[in-house]
């Protein structure tokens, strides 16, 4: 369905984070913000977030970054290839019958050996464990495709339309040990129209999410970001 110029919104929370984000202010942050910033983006899928992204830093969009590599769980993942022909590095660590931790582990030692200071989660369909979270605190970001905090999880387009919504979006968060529920960077709204499908508003509400991933990036990346304040 055609995107119309008034079926959507933005909800601007730049400069306005709230108490809620006032302990990611760190000398992490400020180490990161001093110089380039390394990112690293996790998919399991198509990766149209993760196009976006590396065509944003590519164009200069998000200044002083680089993408330093691309990880999915699933080997088949179309993103993988997309990635490798935008020149970044595409790895793919499968689950292979470990644990949650085993694998997350491998994922975060890759991660720390190219020095990623960012982390994107890009359609990755998987949680991440206490021990991923500890090892990246207040560096992991995430895209959701709902207005948080409210309906967090998954099938979040079936349960908008069967409660009714008039509204929906989606939500750029910092990524916690909780589903979903980590301090919110930005949303966008998009309304819901009422011969929407969950087909018809993902798409359209899809269309957003990739200039909100991408603004949230510049937010946090920059080195005026003070949260809390």
Same mark, same amino acid.
Request: hydrophobic share 40%.
């Given at each position: 369905?055609?995107? #119309?110029?008034?079926? #959507?919104?933005?909800?601007?929370?730049?400069?306005?984070?709230? !108490?809620?984000?006032?302990?990611?202010?760190?000398?992490?942050?400020?180490?990161?913000?001093?110089?380039?910033?390394?990112?690293?983006?996790?998919?399991? =899928?198509? =990766?149209?977030?993760?196009?976006?992204?590396?065509?944003?830093?590519?164009?200069?969009?998000?200044?002083?970054?680089?993408?330093?590599?691309?990880?999915?769980?699933?080997?088949?993942?179309?993103?993988?290839?997309?990635?490798?022909?935008?020149?970044?590095?595409?790895?793919?660590?499968?689950?292979?019958?470990?644990?949650?931790?085993?694998?997350?582990?491998?994922?975060?030692?890759?991660?720390?050996?190219?020095?990623?200071?960012?982390?994107?989660?890009?359609?990755?369909?998987?949680?991440?464990?206490?021990?991923?979270?500890?090892?990246?605190?207040?560096?992991?970001?995430?895209?959701?495709?709902?207005?948080?905090?409210?309906? !967090?999880?998954?099938?979040?387009?079936?349960?908008?339309?069967?409660? =009714?919504?008039t509204r929906s979006g989606c939500t750029v968060h910092f990524v916690n040990e909780e589903l979903d529920a980590g301090p919110i960077i930005l949303q966008r709204e998009v309304l819901v129209l009422a011969d929407d499908t969950p087909e018809t508003l993902a798409a359209r509400?899809?269309?957003?999410?990739?200039?909100?991933?991408?603004?949230?990036?510049?937010?946090?990346?920059?080195?005026?970001?003070?949260?809390?304040?």
């Amino acid at each position: 369905m055609p995107h #119309s110029a008034n079926t #959507s919104s933005t909800i601007s929370r730049e400069g306005d984070f709230g !108490p809620e984000l006032g302990n990611l202010w760190s000398p992490v942050w400020l180490g990161i913000l001093n110089k380039a910033m390394k990112i690293g983006i996790l998919i399991s =899928g198509r =990766g149209s977030n993760m196009e976006a992204i590396i065509d944003a830093v590519k164009r200069g969009e998000i200044p002083d970054s680089t993408v330093e590599a691309v990880i999915s769980d699933k080997p088949q993942a179309d993103g993988l290839e997309k990635a490798r022909k935008k020149g970044v590095e595409a790895i793919v660590i499968e689950r292979r019958g470990r644990t949650r931790e085993e694998h997350d582990a491998e994922i975060v030692s890759e991660l720390k050996e190219r020095g990623v200071e960012l982390v994107c989660l890009a359609g990755y369909m998987r949680l991440l464990s206490p021990m991923f979270v500890q090892s990246f605190p207040d560096q992991i970001i995430n895209i959701h495709p709902s207005l948080l905090p409210a309906y !967090p999880g998954l099938d979040v387009h079936e349960r908008v339309l069967a409660a =009714g919504e008039t509204r929906s979006g989606c939500t750029v968060h910092f990524v916690n040990e909780e589903l979903d529920a980590g301090p919110i960077i930005l949303q966008r709204e998009v309304l819901v129209l009422a011969d929407d499908t969950p087909e018809t508003l993902a798409a359209r509400i899809l269309e957003h999410e990739h200039s909100a991933y991408i603004d949230a990036i510049k937010i946090v990346a920059d080195p005026h970001f003070h949260p809390g304040e």
